[in-house]
Nanobody
Framework: QVQLVESGGGLVQAGGSLRLSCAAS????????MGWYRQAPGSQRELVAR???????NYADSVKGRFTISRDNAKNTVYLLMNSLKPEDTAVYYC?????????WGQGTQVTVSS
């Protein structure tokens, strides 16, 4: 069994920062990538950032230059540093773990950015 535990969400003013974390535990093998998705009310879930096992990263155009994804392989943990937050960043953020055999998701953490 695999479990993803997310933390770090909250309420901030526009221009502020938050750091999300996601720790994976259980029988994890052959990790391809870890990433973050988000879903705003009435919207589709979208990819925010992803980091592969080799360390390469990918970001949505809307967050490039503001968000930074990183990982700690020893702890099976992925982070998302969100700077210069905007109200349109408000959403539930979900952690994703992609392995060769399965895809795992966290429960989500709420990020709210006020103007």
């Amino acid at each position: 069994q695999v479990q993803l535990v997310e933390s770090g969400g909250g309420l901030v003013q526009a221009g502020g920062s938050l750091r999300l974390s996601c720790a994976a535990s259980g029988s994890i093998v052959s990790v391809n990538a870890m990433g973050w998705y988000r879903q705003a009310p009435g919207s589709q879930r979208e990819l925010v950032a992803r980091i592969t096992s080799g360390g390469s990263t990918n970001y949505a155009d809307s967050v490039k230059g503001r968000f930074t994804i990183s990982r700690d392989n020893a702890k099976n943990t992925v982070y998302l540093l969100m700077n210069s937050l905007k109200p349109e960043d408000t959403a539930v953020y979900y952690c994703n773990l992609w392995t060769v055999l399965a895809d795992y998701w966290g429960q989500g953490t709420q990020v709210t950015v006020s103007s």
